[in-house]
């Protein structure tokens, strides 16, 4: 049983956190505590991949537009998940995807930087280096101490400076920036944001209005619980016709179904970067996830779910340092779904692999051990997972 701060039960909790791990299948078989790698998909999103499937065979394009209709629904609940008007988002294959709207779009000229974090994800490094054909600096910053990082960055900008791209929470060290003080820092000198949220988004609350990031990108396959090749990107209207539309296509125009009608009139809002046809399944599917995290209490301004995982990941750091493990410290303001943790004398990727054969889903990351539980985990997954360390 997952107890409050003050050691009490949490009946009315348990309960709903019950009802939620009930509509995860993956949770009769394992352990499941990789989240920030690929997440499981819950049974109600099942059952509608499993129903496109059966309409795709049987019924094909003549329930096309309630395909369409469908996937317009997924829009609007991210758009309610962000607080952001539906206009102001696209659908995209997955976060790289959205970065690539900004790298490739944006009016970039020789001279101008970039200012990122050396240890960014891959996806949010390499699309801006390309950049460097065209004049334009990637400056990774190193920074010495995670808590440090808003000064450092903004040390590294300047005049040229036009954009500041990081993650909101770290895919190695599970920080999670205060994007609160990144945005004020930033525009505060006239320079744009963009936000990776894959870590964050599904989990955390994050409002555009109240923290007016200028872009925001995320696949749904980690806390969304969403399928891979379906993700999602924002951009704030006022930026509309600042970047240049990559790959337009059919879909981008407002008279997107008059095929007998060229004329480039694109559509007024972000969905013009879509270009061609979606993938129907996989966002019909994100959208079935979407509605479920919010049916626990996902919203723009709380989310019960952060603090289920937040209270969960404190648990296991108690736990595991009982265990003699050495835990990454993080202040609860920047603590997320991800916790790394090294048992001195063990190698992390044979700690992973004898969990794995005791029935535990880990992952490793920066010579440590990655553990990130949803909020439908357990403390029977949670005693599966000390056993497993225990017999290292």
């Known amino acids: 049983m997952v107890l409050d701060g003050r050691g009490e039960s949490q009946t009315p909790e348990v309960s709903r956190w019950d009802e939620f791990r ?32 059966r309409q795709a065979a049987e019924e094909a394009g003549t329930v096309w537009s309630h ?28 976060t790289t995807s959205g970065i690539h709207l900004v790298a490739e779009g944006f009016p970039w000229q020789s001279g101008d930087n970039v200012v990122t974090l050396a240890d960014e994800f891959p996806s949010n490094l390499y699309p801006w280096m390309q950049l460097a054909e065209r004049g334009v600096e990637t400056r990774r910053v190193s920074v010495a101490s995670p808590g440090s990082v808003l ?49 964050g988004l599904g989990l955390f ?7 007016p990031v200028d872009f925001l990108a995320a ?21 509309l016709d600042r970047l240049r539309p990559v790959g337009i296509g059919w879909n981008s125009v407002v008279h997107r179904y008059d095929f007998s009608q060229i004329a480039l009139h694109l559509r007024p809002a972000a ?10 399944a996989g966002f019909l599917a994100l959208g079935t996830s979407v509605r479920l995290l919010q049916a626990f209490g996902l919203t723009h301004r709380v989310s019960p779910l952060a603090e289920q995982v937040l209270q969960i990941n404190r648990q296991c750091q108690d736990a595991l340092r009982r265990q003699g493990a050495i835990v990454l ?19 992390p990727q044979a700690i992973r692999h004898r969990c794995w054969k005791a029935g535990v889903v880990v992952n490793c990351r920066g010579g440590a051990v990655r553990i990130s539980p949803h909020a439908y985990v357990n403390q029977g997954d949670l005693d599966r997972l000390f056993a497993a360390v225990g017999a290292a």
């Open 205 to 211: 609350p994050v409002d555009v209005q109240k923290t």
């Open 329 to 347: 410290e993080r202040p609860q303001t920047h603590a997320s779904g991800i916790l790394l943790f090294q048992l001195p004398g063990h190698d």
């Open 67 to 94: 395909w369409v209709t469908q996937v317009e629904r997924t829009r609007e609940a991210v758009a309610t998940v962000l607080n952001a008007d539906v206009d102001e988002v696209a659908l995209v294959a997955n």
């Open 22 to 53: 009930s509509h995860m299948p993956i949770a009769s078989k394992w352990a499941y505590l990789d989240h920030a790698a690929v997440s499981p998909l819950p049974h109600p999103t099942c059952l509608v991949i499993q129903d496109w499937l």
């Open 271 to 280: 969905s013009r970067y879509e270009g061609g046809s979606l993938n129907m």
């Open 219 to 239: 696949d749904g396959h980690k806390w969304l619980l969403g399928p891979e090749g379906a993700g999602v990107f924002y951009m704030r209207r006022e930026h």
């Open 151 to 199: 000064d450092e960055i903004q040390q590294a900008c300047d005049a040229r400076t036009r954009l500041v791209a990081i993650s909101w929470v770290n895919f190695q060290t599970g920080w999670r920036l205060d994007l609160d003080s990144l945005v004020q820092m930033a525009h505060g000198q006239g320079i744009l944001v963009f936000v990776d949220a894959i870590q």
